[in-house]
């Protein structure tokens, strides 16, 4: 306590009443892997979402969509992936269901926006129900706990 924070936080400082880490600093790369993918899990639900972001961010090439249509799928694809990878963590596995706005969006853009014919309509459609439908499920859980964060686990 009273220590100087941001000197401390670039130099660094003793804890008081703290021990040596005699801990091996050295571990395996297995080692680290299954430490950094602790409290991530990417459930097929999850997967399905991301390869539907990606397929949106290539409407433009896939189905000719043009002008604002093509813009909306690019910026929603984008964002459909960002927030799946986001969800793979357990205690923001809740995040997955900001995927249904987006979803409900992709239906009812194809009827507010311009520059999509009938194909780019349809799938646009079925991919906003599709991506519904994969951001309700709840999913399993690992067998990590998270103290107080548990209850936000879905």
Known sequence: MGKPLIRTFFQGDAIEAG??????????????????RKGLMLPWTLAASIAIGVFLMLTRV???????MANSDHVVGALV??????????VARVLRLVNVAFGA???AAPFLLTGVGHLGAVVSVVAGIALVGLSLPLGKRSAEHYASWDKYVM
């Open 62 to 68: 896939l189905l000719g969509n043009e002008g604002v």
């Open 81 to 90: 992936i960002t927030v799946a990878i986001i969800a793979t963590a357990e």
């Open 105 to 107: 969006w992709l239906v």
């Open 19 to 36: 021990e040596e880490d005699t801990s091996d600093a050295m571990a395996s790369p297995g080692t680290l892997w299954a430490d950094a």
